[in-house]
């Protein structure tokens, strides 16, 4: 059983460039990673092999049905319903392993990000696709919660495709990846860090090759401007211009020296044709263009020692549910980490948090200045962004689109997109919030949807930002580097859920 693409071509509708020219590879059983920077195609590729999408060109052999499991969770998925009411041994066993609950197919708007989640991954399995394409499954998921997908995956016997930022469950599920790159897509054996291993040896090999033919062809430019010199030096001395008419003698020294020279205009086509055989020979050889990664953030501290103070209270949650939080500070050098498991009211602590600020702000006339990056944003606000971006002027959207460039996404691209991926749209909120000098950056799970590359240079520099940090992430690594104090959320006594400072 294999699922392959024979020079598939395809591009959205009003989009000036294709997404893939002439895409060809054959995949089997078991899981294949697909790695790429954000923009590169990763979802657009998994939409085709689902069957979600067309190619404009070019054939797609489906040996089964196919789903595709998509990043955003903005709507139930289809089959949920039929999921919770299923009393059959294996939808229970799936509903226990994932953790759902009878009544979230009712109550889809009030859910996290990652019950969600949770929930689209269960509904698919529970249909049992032959060809299953997933999508950053772990983007929103606590820590018992990726355990629990991470199994639940590891049991999909079909042809499985998966993207992921995620680069440990990319290594124990996958058998081989396709590497998305601007020189094509390659199938390389073993897992993500093999395959990445393989690629960097791939690429220095390449490197190396080009370096050699560049100098074969330096040389051979040189032999040719010096011998085409030497060719015209000589021709001026074998002319007959300036001679007298009946100077026999002379013109007969210059005509037995045009016949003891007679091949120095082979010669010159031969180091022409050997020329333009290493110019041709440089050009076939692809390399990677390397692009310098990393941007720095800057803003500065308040003035004002405290920026925010919340008084200890209830939020409700839904269903009767409240977090409780004691009183709250947040100071102008504080570095501050959010976490707790889904559910738990994390993003409604952050938007509560959010538009306190704005109200102090405005009522004490302290000015400062919020930078604030959501969980989710949804397809039409997507656009949306994109559009006021396109709307800037030239010097601000340049500057936004040389972050973009350094966060390791194509701007040109970006630009001709009709619709940011989620990770690119990441990208380019990250850049307004730098262009915005502000006082304190508000990052609700900021490395959701992000590549690797990118998850670094933004660690990087946030570590380095002068101003006041709130975070909330699963990614202990990155709380870990970058916060200085942890606000947890637990299951409480009184409450359903209570913070813990």
């Not at 709380?479 to 813990?500: H, N, S």
Request: charged residues 25%; aromatic residues 6%.
């Amino acid at each position: 059983m294999f699922l392959s693409f024979k020079n598939v071509t395809f591009t959205y509708e009003g989009a000036p460039e294709a997404v893939f020219e002439n895409l060809t590879f054959t995949i089997g059983q078991g899981w294949t990673g697909v790695v790429g920077v954000n923009g590169s195609g990763k979802s657009t590729l998994l939409r085709l092999a689902s069957g979600e999408l067309s190619p404009d060109k070019g054939q797609i052999h489906q040996p089964c049905r196919g789903l595709y499991c998509q990043q955003r969770t903005d709507f139930a998925p289809d089959g949920l319903e039929y999921l919770l009411d299923d009393w059959r041994p294996e939808a229970q066993r799936l509903n226990q392993t994932l953790g759902l609950r009878l009544d979230w197919a009712y109550k889809w708007e009030i859910l996290s990000h990652g019950e969600r989640k949770r929930a689209q991954i269960a509904a698919m399995l529970h249909q049992g696709p032959g060809l299953w394409a997933v999508d950053e499954p772990t983007n929103h998921l606590d820590q018992e919660a990726a355990k629990q997908v991470w199994q639940s995956l590891k049991m999909f016997q079909g042809i499985g495709l998966l993207v992921s930022h995620d680069r440990e469950l990319l290594d124990d599920l996958c058998r081989q990846c396709l590497f998305l790159t601007p020189q094509g897509i390659i199938l390389r054996p073993g897992n993500y860090s093999e395959g990445a291993i393989q690629a960097a040896k791939e690429a220095l090999a390449a490197q190396r090759q080009r370096t050699k033919a560049a100098r074969e062809v330096e040389t051979l430019q040189k032999e040719f401007y010096i011998r085409r010199e030497q060719t015209i030096k000589a021709e001026k001395q074998r002319s007959k211009r300036g001679v007298a008419r009946k100077d026999y003698d002379a013109k007969a020294k210059i005509n037995a020296a045009r016949i003891a020279d007679s091949g120095s205009g082979q010669r010159m086509r031969q180091i022409e044709g050997r020329l333009e055989q290493a110019i041709d020979k440089k050009s076939e050889i692809k390399t990677q263009r390397e692009f310098s990664l990393g941007i720095s953030i800057g803003g500065s501290q308040a003035q004002k020692r405290i920026l925010l103070s919340l008084e200890e209270q209830q939020i409700p949650l839904g269903e009767d549910q409240h977090l409780w939080i004691p009183a709250l500070f947040i100071r102008s050098d504080d570095r501050i980490g959010v976490q707790g498991p889904n559910g738990a009211g994390k993003s409604t602590l952050i938007r509560l948090i959010v538009n306190t600020f704005i109200h102090f702000g405005d009522s004490d006339r302290a000015g400062h200045k919020i930078a604030y990056i959501p969980q989710e944003i949804d397809t039409a606000q997507s656009r949306r962004i994109l559009e006021d971006f396109l709307k800037l002027s030239n010097d601000r959207l340049g500057r936004a689109m040389t972050l973009v460039r350094r966060l390791g996404s194509d701007p040109a691209r970006l630009l001709k997109s009709i619709e940011p991926s989620p990770g690119e749209l990441r990208k380019l909120l990250i850049a307004a919030c730098i262009q915005d000098d502000p006082n304190i950056l508000i990052l609700d799970e900021p490395t959701n949807h992000m590549d690797l590359p990118s998850v670094e240079c933004l660690e990087n520099a946030l570590e380095d930002c002068p101003t006041a940090l709130l975070m909330v992430s699963h990614d202990r690594r990155f709380l870990g580097k970058l916060a200085k104090q942890i606000w947890t959320i637990r299951r409480g006594r009184k409450y359903a859920w209570e913070l813990d400072k």
